[in-house]
């Protein structure tokens, strides 16, 4: 099997696969959408490099590019070494946050609900095979 680079839209389609697969997730009713921001990465646009993820009852129902200021329930940004560190398990995303590495704009009470499932999407992420 070949390596999928990430922050691309192979990569994001390849976690996709894997969430729809796994019974933490599909087992639960989590719904949401995120744009998952990489803050030091540009579009042809001069935008921020922005994937957009819908989430429904469980499952990761679609993933595309968008833009930083779409309308999501939440936004997630980090610049590439951030998020590769978070993905990869080497860093706490509380701890992100805390020391400002991270940010996170949403519902905190949701998280905290669904917070064994999306704790769980680190483990997914760690399994996928991905060159960085």
């Known amino acids: ?10 990569y994001f389609k390849l976690l996709q696969e894997a969430i729809n697969k796994d019974p933490i997730f599909t087992n639960s009713d989590y719904t949401s959408t995120w744009a998952y921001i990489f803050t030091d990465k ?3 646009t001069g935008l921020p490099l922005t994937y957009i993820l819908t989430w429904e009852n469980g ?21 590439y ?7 990869q398990g080497k ?9 400002g590495k991270y940010k ?8 905290m609900k669904y ?11 760690k399994t996928l095979d991905v060159e960085y």
């Open 1 to 10: 099997m070949t390596k999928v680079k990430y922050a691309t839209m192979d």
């Open 42 to 44: 540009t579009t042809e």
């Open 59 to 79: 499952r990761l129902k679609d993933v595309r590019l968008g833009t930083p200021d779409e309308m999501t329930e939440y936004k997630f940004k980090a610049d």
């Open 81 to 87: 070494k951030t998020w590769t560190e978070l993905v």
């Open 91 to 99: 860093l706490d995303a509380s701890r992100a946050m805390f020391t």
């Open 104 to 111: 996170m704009e949403g519902p905190m009470s949701k998280l």
């Open 115 to 125: 917070s064994k499932v999306l704790g769980h999407l680190t483990d997914v992420t």
